[in-house]
């Protein structure tokens, strides 16, 4: 049986949180130019999930794996069994590779490639995922002004100057971001 992308989902999440124990999840985060099928917030990193279902083909994965770079410290390809053959001349070698198939009725996932840190993302990119509200709060953790007047781009300058200098510390402000995206809160839209 092909699967699909929503076949893989729900199984998906549910194995995401079996092996990683505390995790957020959040669909269809768009990055650049692309959308992140899946980004897996853990206590100390953002991870990146491209699904590519039986039904997919490779045409936009190159863009797509250059916008994953820029934004998650690791990255994932979750692939349908067809594609278990070529999707390695597809993904740079850091990134991980976890296969799903349909056996006996239960989806099988595998780790057939384990991903090693992402040596192109930038930590201004993973600011611009935060709200304005969350980079105040930033702000205020990190003894910063409000600089209530300012849009998005000034305070991710601003936090990016204090992490240059050595003010913040990069490590503890990764922390910070996977806190604030532990905590976010959607329902604010209802």
């Known amino acids: 049986m092909l699967l699909h992308d929503k076949d893989i989902r729900e199984p998906l999440f549910e194995y995401l949180e079996e092996t990683f124990g505390k995790v957020r999840i959040l669909e269809e985060k768009t990055m650049g130019r692309s959308r992140a099928d899946v980004v897996m917030v853990t ?32 990255n994932y390809a979750v692939i349908g069994s067809t594609h278990g053959h070529h999707i390695r001349e597809h993904i ?8 799903v198939e349909l056996i006996d009725g239960c989806f099988d996932f595998y780790v ?16 611009e995922i935060l709200w304005r509200p969350e980079l105040a709060a930033l702000q205020k953790q990190n003894q910063m002004p ?20 050595g003010i913040i510390e ?7 971001i996977s806190d604030l995206l532990f905590e976010r809160d959607y329902t604010i839209f209802e």
């Open 146 to 165: 409000k600089y209530s007047n300012r849009g998005k781009a000034f305070v991710i300058r601003k936090l990016m100057e204090r992490v240059d200098a």
């Open 43 to 74: 206590t100390d990193a953002l991870i990146g999930i491209e699904i590519k279902s039986d039904a997919d083909t490779y045409a936009r994965l190159a863009r797509q794996v250059k916008d994953y770079d820029k934004y998650y410290d690791y």
């Open 170 to 176: 990069k490590k503890a402000l990764k922390k910070q």
């Open 92 to 99: 740079p070698p850091y990134w991980g590779v976890i296969t």
């Open 112 to 127: 057939l490639r384990k991903p090693a840190p992402n040596p192109k993302v930038k930590l201004a990119k993973q600011l």
